[in-house]
T-cell receptor
Framework: GENVEQHPSTLSVQEGDSAVIKCTYS??????FPWYKQELGKGPQLIID?????GEKKDQRIAVTLNKTAKHFSLHITETQPEDSAVYFC????????????FGSGTQLTVLP | DGGITQSPKYLFRKEGQNVTLSCEQN?????MYWYRQDPGQGLRLIYY???????QKGDIAEGYSVSREKKESFPLTVTSAQKNPTAFYLC???????????FGPGTRLTVL
């Protein structure tokens, strides 16, 4: 089955700096990679996703990059703000299949004012 | 508004009692999921259902049961057989086509 590893487990940055979270996956058949943000006491929210037919996707201050050859994908947050502080999860699956999402273990991001 | 609702937000139960957590979605999604999250931990899959009247065990199904009698509803029962039920429970649904999975707000269960 699929295995997703996520690093780092905790990350602290100064407000305004960039943050990068990295994930690797094991199954070359995976073609859909979402990222979720979970604030304390709430359910995870889908913030961005990428499919294997593209290498990068941006949405304002958030971007995701995908390297299919190396089987890793990364979340980039620029100009971080205190409200970006949360736990971020990556995941992988085969889109349109019955296969379940496999989640990474999460990264606690703290943006220091 | 389309989305996933879970109720109640907080739930307390005594040891030895069964309790049922509600999950409803109006997104017309075929697949629904239940996850358990312990403090500082990731998401562990309890049960999932791809279609009505069908469901499969996830990684940690022991002590839990589910039903899927309607497309929009997927209740989870935490039975007295679950040895350590105190946790944050998350329900999710997924669109089969594009594959996006959306989560509800969660239910925090505490066993007293």
């Amino acid at each position: 089955g699929e295995n997703v590893e996520q690093h780092p487990s905790t990350l602290s940055v100064q407000e305004g700096d960039s943050a990068v979270i990295k994930c690797t996956y094991s199954d070359s058949a995976s073609n859909y990679f979402p990222w979720y943000k979970q604030e304390l006491g709430k359910g995870p929210q889908l913030i961005i996703d990428i499919r294997s037919n593209v290498g990068e996707k941006k949405d304002q201050r958030i971007a995701v990059t995908l390297n299919k050859t190396a089987k890793h994908f990364s979340l980039h947050i620029t100009e971080t703000q205190p409200e970006d502080s949360a736990v971020y999860f990556c995941a992988a699956t085969v889109s349109g299949s019955a296969r379940q999402l496999t989640f990474g273990s999460g990264t606690q991001l703290t943006v220091l004012p | 508004d389309g989305g996933i609702t879970q109720s109640p937000k907080y739930l307390f139960r005594k040891e030895g009692q069964n309790v049922t957590l509600s999950c409803e979605q109006n997104l017309n999604h075929d697949a629904m999921y239940w996850y358990r999250q312990d403090p500082g931990q990731g998401l562990r899959l309890i049960y999932y259902s791809q279609i009505v009247n069908d469901f499969q065990k996830g990684d940690i199904a022991e002590g839990y049961s589910v039903s899927r009698e309607k497309k929009e509803s997927f209740p989870l029962t935490v039975t007295s057989a679950q040895k350590n039920p105190t946790a944050f429970y998350l329900c999710a649904s997924r669109d089969r086509g594009p594959g996006e999975q959306f989560f509800g707000p969660g239910t925090r269960l505490t066993v007293l």
